[in-house]
């Protein structure tokens, strides 16, 4: 249903289907001018957006599927992120949450426009959001600050983050979650050739201990 709902909709933005109150015409149709699949219809779509709807939905896209409208506009300051954004749930890649919040319609779309920005941008950008989440205060979980630092290349800072949402996760009783936290940072100290002092390795290891005594 999607890709339909899509294909569609780049059909009459191309001018292939033109929709003039209760009548449509449908004009030639080139199969080798017709994406095969939805995400080449994104591409295709995206295409024939202007500059500053490409740089929000890349912008929506690094901070994740749901996106809060003062994180994007943070990362680009001199654009009505609410605007452009606004303008995107008309045209069907988004859909408003609240009066705070967006979110790309189908997971797929989000990383389709992910995939198109290069690692230096896609690093760029999380750096931004994850300094923006440290300046917005609660409401924001460790881990999810922690992977914005990893994406960035920032790997002591994300290490930080990813252990004190294991603490977290130990605290409130998820060993599994605490256990895949640990996992996580285990993967960041290898992806970023981390070396740590003693201290910090016994607290993951009792963390580790600890959750995987009550998960049996």
Same mark, same amino acid.
């Given at each position: 249903?999607?890709?339909?709902?899509?294909? *569609?909709?780049?059909?009459?933005?191309?001018?292939?289907?033109?929709?003039?109150?209760?009548?449509?015409?449908?004009?030639?149709?080139?199969?080798?001018?017709?994406?095969?699949?939805?995400?080449?219809?994104?591409?295709?779509?995206?295409?024939?957006?202007?500059?500053?709807?490409?740089?929000?939905?890349?912008?929506?896209?690094?901070?994740?599927?749901?996106? *809060?409208?003062?994180?994007?506009?943070?990362?680009?300051?001199?654009?009505?992120?609410?605007?452009?954004?606004?303008?995107?749930?008309?045209?069907?890649?988004?859909?408003?949450?609240?009066?705070?919040? @967006?979110? @790309?319609?189908?997971?797929?779309?989000?990383?389709?426009?992910?995939?198109?920005?290069?690692?230096?941008? %896609?690093?760029? *950008?999380?750096?931004?959001?994850?300094?923006?989440?440290?300046?917005?205060?609660?409401?924001?979980?460790?881990?999810?600050?922690? %992977?914005?630092?990893?994406?960035?290349?920032?790997?002591?800072?994300?290490?930080?983050?990813?252990? %004190?949402?294991?603490?977290?996760?130990?605290?409130?009783?998820?060993?599994?979650?605490?256990?895949?936290? *640990? =996992?996580?940072?285990? =993967?960041?100290?290898?992806?970023?050739?981390?070396?740590?002092?003693? =201290?910090?390795?016994?607290?993951?290891?009792?963390?580790?201990?600890?959750?995987?005594?009550?998960?049996?």
């Amino acid at each position: 249903p999607y890709f339909c709902e899509q294909l *569609l909709k780049s059909l009459v933005e191309n001018g292939t289907i033109v929709i003039n109150g209760p009548s449509v015409t449908l004009g030639l149709l080139d199969s080798a001018a017709i994406p095969s699949t939805v995400e080449g219809v994104i591409v295709s779509r995206l295409d024939r957006f202007d500059l500053e709807s490409q740089q929000c939905l890349k912008a929506a896209s690094v901070v994740g599927r749901r996106h *809060l409208i003062a994180t994007v506009q943070a990362c680009l300051p001199t654009v009505d992120v609410a605007a452009v954004l606004e303008g995107m749930g008309a045209d069907g890649l988004l859909r408003r949450v609240n009066d705070s919040t @967006f979110e @790309f319609q189908h997971v797929i779309a989000r990383d389709v426009v992910y995939d198109l920005m290069t690692e230096q941008q %896609r690093r760029q *950008l999380h750096r931004i959001v994850a300094d923006q989440l440290e300046r917005s205060g609660g409401g924001v979980s460790a881990a999810t600050v922690g %992977r914005h630092w990893r994406q960035a290349g920032e790997y002591a800072v994300a290490l930080d983050y990813l252990e %004190r949402a294991a603490s977290d996760a130990l605290g409130s009783g998820s060993f599994a979650g605490t256990v895949a936290l *640990l =996992d996580e940072a285990a =993967d960041v100290c290898v992806a970023g050739s981390l070396e740590l002092g003693a =201290d910090q390795r016994a607290r993951l290891a009792l963390q580790r201990a600890r959750a995987s005594y009550y998960l049996g």
